[in-house]
């Protein structure tokens, strides 16, 4: 089975309903990111970035899965997916994805300040100021915060090289360690890249560029691969 590498953005998840980060206003819902996902926010005010994250789990787990996710999830009939996403939601494991990669971290875990290896599964559930893991360190959202590292991001590129083909959808590019993924892509390796504003990308040999919505240009090139690689 051929490797299909796909990076995902915010824009996958846009159709269901999770807003993307870089909208014409330059805040994430109604708050400046610095305020809310850096690790100098947090220092500053806890309490404001333990609400915020509150109600961006509750809304993340309520949200369903739309057409662009279930295309993916189809794709593993055909091909060996790996999914390195940026988001931290769960929108790809829900609609059958199996191997998916959080760079970013993830809206349902927990973890504690003391130790970051101790990661909690949470659900929906609000985390408190004073709700501790068992060493007696406050938990925090399991989510990659400006100024933090990336710690998937070595097994994000060595998959990246692997890639026999790879895919991008709703990523504006902007945000480094994962904007720089593509550049370790080979020339002669296909590229599919899926937005309806297409991020500014170097041109290559093999590159698709498919100005479209995630759950129209998802499907469409799903359908385009199976029928070039296995028909
Ligand atoms: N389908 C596909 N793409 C879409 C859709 C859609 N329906 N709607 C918008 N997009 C595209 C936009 O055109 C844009 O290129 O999704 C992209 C979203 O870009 P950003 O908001 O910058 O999101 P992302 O690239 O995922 O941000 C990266 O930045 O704030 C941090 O940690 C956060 O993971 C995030 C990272």
């Not at 929906?124 to 590292?149: M, S, T, Y």
Request: aromatic share 6%.
């Amino acid at each position: 089975m051929k490797k299909l590498v796909v990076l995902t953005g915010a824009g996958i998840s846009a159709e269901s309903g999770i807003k993307t980060f870089r909208d014409s206003d330059g805040l994430w819902e109604n708050h400046d990111v610095m305020e809310v996902a850096s690790i100098e926010g947090w220092h500053k005010n806890k309490e404001l970035v333990l609400d915020f994250y509150n109600q961006r789990r509750i809304q993340a787990m309520a949200a369903e899965p739309n057409e662009g996710h279930k295309a993916l999830a189809r794709l593993e009939n055909y091909f060996d997916v790996h999914i390195i996403t940026q988001n931290v939601d769960n929108l790809h494991e829900k609609a059958g994805s199996s191997k998916v990669i959080h760079l970013h971290g993830e809206l349902s875990k927990v973890r504690s300040i003391l130790d970051e290896n101790l990661v909690y599964e949470w659900g929906d559930k609000p985390v408190k100021l004073g709700d501790k893991c068992n060493k007696g360190g406050q938990l925090r959202p399991h989510i990659v915060w400006f100024g933090e590292a990336v710690p998937m991001m070595e097994t994000a590129a060595r998959l990246t090289l692997q890639a026999d083909i790879f895919m991008v959808v709703g990523t504006s590019l902007n945000v480094y360690p994962a904007a720089g993924l593509l550049d370790y892509v080979g020339d002669d390796i296909p590229k599919y890249i899926i937005d309806p504003n297409m991020p500014r990308v170097r041109s290559s040999p093999h590159l698709h560029l498919i100005e479209a919505v995630g759950s129209v240009g998802v499907p469409r090139v799903s359908d385009e691969l199976i029928e070039k690689y296995l028909i």
